[in-house]
């Protein structure tokens, strides 16, 4: 029997709706929250994440401002323009397009840090890091939360599954390993030392992949009935996007599958607006 496709498109807008929803309670409250974007440089396919971003803000009535500096901005200059955003009040959330130019790519962890931990929409701040490991979440990564708000609103289960995640980073494979933590799966995290990655990948009732490697997840490495999440994104050809997992075979295997494009990738700006209502929350108590 072939997986349930799990479309992001849906989703994403039920997530947006309840955003949407929030940001008119703010207002009624005199709040309206704001998100600001830092873009250093000219690349495209940033340009196109960012306008994303604030065509999103504009539909769910959040203020959206883009801050675009040109490629040769300093880092001194870059940590001046987020000390400013971090004492503006109308601006609820900071978000630093990444990546940055090559010149200050090696300060980016020092720049990202300088986000108010409270503003800190991307949940990347040490701060939000530590929050979401000792269980007390405020500002989560937005692709993670993305994963685990499809498995609630597709009613697949979380509590007492296997999980196990392909990749370790920072942006997606740790925070997420820490939500499905939890929510009371048993989590494994795998990455390139890990022995017998399809084995561990088959004792899997949830399947994370987020390796960025094309069809590295083959339909051997699914558990019959599995939940699959495939969160990469490979460019292989100038038009043609896929993901981790080799849709065709594995569908005939799992039990509900994300498709890319048009999977949980679509998640991403809703929960990073969720966040923006979060993060203006958070300040309205302060
Ligand atoms: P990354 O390169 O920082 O991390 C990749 C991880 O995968 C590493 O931890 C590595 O150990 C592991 N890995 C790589 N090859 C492996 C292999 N052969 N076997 C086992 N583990 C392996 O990447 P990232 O930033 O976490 O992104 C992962 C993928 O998700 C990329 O395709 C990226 O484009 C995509 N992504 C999508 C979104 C979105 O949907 N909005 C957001 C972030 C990243």
Same mark, same amino acid.
């Given at each position: 029997?072939?997986?349930?496709?799990?479309?992001?498109?849906?989703?994403?807008?039920?997530?947006?709706?309840?955003?949407?929803?929030?940001?008119?309670?703010?207002?009624?409250?005199?709040?309206?929250?704001?998100?600001?974007?830092?873009?250093?440089?000219?690349?495209?396919?940033?340009?196109?994440?960012?306008?994303?971003?604030?065509?999103?803000?504009?539909?769910?009535?959040?203020?959206?401002?883009?801050?675009?500096?040109?490629?040769?901005?300093?880092?001194?200059?870059?940590?001046?323009?987020?000390?400013?955003?971090?004492?503006?009040?109308?601006?609820?959330?900071?978000?630093?397009?990444?990546?940055?130019?090559?010149?200050?790519?090696?300060?980016?962890?020092?720049?990202?840090?300088?986000?108010?931990?409270?503003?800190?929409?991307? $949940?990347?701040?040490?701060?939000? #890091? +530590?929050?979401?490991? %000792?269980?007390?979440? @405020? &500002? =989560?990564?937005?692709?993670?939360?993305?994963?685990?708000?499809?498995?609630?609103?597709?009613?697949?289960?979380?509590?007492?599954?296997?999980?196990?995640?392909?990749?370790?980073?920072?942006?997606?494979?740790?925070?997420?390993?820490?939500?499905?933590?939890?929510?009371?799966?048993?989590?494994?995290?795998?990455?390139?030392?890990?022995?017998?990655?399809?084995?561990?990948?088959?004792?899997?009732?949830?399947?994370?992949?987020?390796?960025?490697?094309?069809?590295?997840?083959?339909?051997?490495?699914?558990?019959? $009935?599995?939940?699959?999440?495939? #969160? +990469?994104?490979?460019? %292989?050809?100038?038009? @043609? &996007? =896929?993901?981790?997992?080799?849709?065709?075979?594995?569908?005939?295997?799992?039990?509900?599958?994300?498709?890319?494009?048009?999977?949980?990738?679509?998640?991403?700006?809703?929960?990073?607006?969720?966040?923006?209502?979060?993060?203006?929350?958070?300040?309205?108590?302060?």
């Amino acid at each position: 029997m072939s997986a349930k496709i799990l479309y992001g498109k849906d989703f994403a807008a039920q997530i947006k709706e309840s955003a949407r929803l929030e940001v008119e309670n703010l207002k009624n409250l005199g709040v309206t929250p704001g998100l600001a974007v830092i873009i250093v440089g000219e690349n495209p396919a940033s340009q196109v994440y960012v306008r994303n971003k604030h065509k999103t803000c504009e539909e769910l009535g959040i203020r959206s401002e883009i801050v675009a500096l040109p490629e040769n901005t300093t880092k001194n200059t870059l940590i001046n323009t987020i000390d400013a955003l971090n004492a503006d009040k109308n601006t609820h959330g900071i978000l630093v397009q990444l990546p940055l130019p090559a010149e200050i790519k090696n300060s980016s962890e020092e720049i990202l840090n300088r986000i108010d931990p409270r503003k800190d929409v991307d $949940g990347f701040h040490p701060v939000n #890091v +530590g929050n979401l490991v %000792i269980g007390s979440p @405020k &500002l =989560v990564p937005c692709t993670p939360a993305g994963c685990i708000e499809m498995l609630d609103l597709a009613n697949i289960e979380i509590d007492g599954k296997r999980a196990v995640i392909i990749g370790r980073s920072n942006i997606v494979g740790k925070p997420l390993f820490h939500l499905l933590l939890a929510r009371h799966a048993t989590v494994t995290i795998c990455h390139t030392h890990t022995k017998n990655l399809p084995e561990i990948a088959r004792e899997a009732d949830i399947l994370v992949a987020a390796s960025g490697k094309p069809n590295l997840v083959t339909a051997d490495m699914v558990k019959p $009935g599995a939940t699959v999440i495939d #969160v +990469g994104i490979n460019r %292989i050809a100038p038009k @043609k &996007l =896929v993901g981790d997992v080799d849709f065709d075979a594995v569908k005939e295997i799992a039990g509900a599958i994300t498709p890319v494009p048009g999977g949980v990738g679509l998640l991403t700006v809703a929960m990073l607006m969720k966040n923006v209502v979060k993060a203006a929350k958070l300040q309205l108590k302060a």
